[in-house]
């Protein structure tokens, strides 16, 4: 079982939340025809999700779910949390800014796709990263985080 220290998931939550916020930035710019919306969507994202992001993976940290059995379905079941996490937050901000219920819900249903995709493939390219992995020690049962 590889362990994991917090500087990996500082990294993974500073890596992912580029992404997302540069993917939210773009769909709230298509919806809103205003890039200055787009820019304040993502602003305020940047903020909440960087935290809940961080919150979300030291949970699956301690979580035993498929840690042996397959990475794969971990993936997609971390993908699927996080998807719901960030879709409700992304649909506040957007109703908050726009002051349209419309807009943040087709701003969190668009998002449902596009992050879900790019969350995959994040997860996939860290899962081969060795950044951040401590060593096993036999032995151990409790790894210093």
């Known amino acids: 079982m590889k362990h994991f220290a ?15 916020t540069l993917d939210t930035i773009l769909l709230s710019y298509i919806l809103t ?34 840690k042996e059995k397959s990475s794969r379905v971990r993936h997609i079941l971390k993908t699927f949390t996080w998807r719901f996490i960030g879709s409700v937050d992304t649909m506040i901000i957007g109703w908050f800014i726009t002051k349209s219920a419309e807009i943040g819900m087709s701003l ?16 996939r390219v860290w899962y081969k990263s060795n950044f951040g992995l401590l060593p096993e020690v036999e032995g151990e049962n409790e790894v210093k985080k």
Do not use: C, P, Q
């Not at 969190?108 to 997860?123: D, F, P, Q, T």
């Open 108 to 123: 969190g249903a668009l998002e449902v796709v596009s992050k879900m995709i790019l969350y995959y493939l994040h997860e």
């Open 33 to 66: 025809g205003n890039i200055s919306m787009g820019l304040k969507i993502g602003g305020i994202e940047l903020f909440t999700k960087m935290l809940l992001y961080y919150l979300h993976e030291r949970a699956w940290y301690h979580l035993d779910v498929f």
């Open 6 to 20: 917090r500087k990996r998931h500082i990294l993974k939550s500073i890596t992912w939340r580029t992404i997302g």
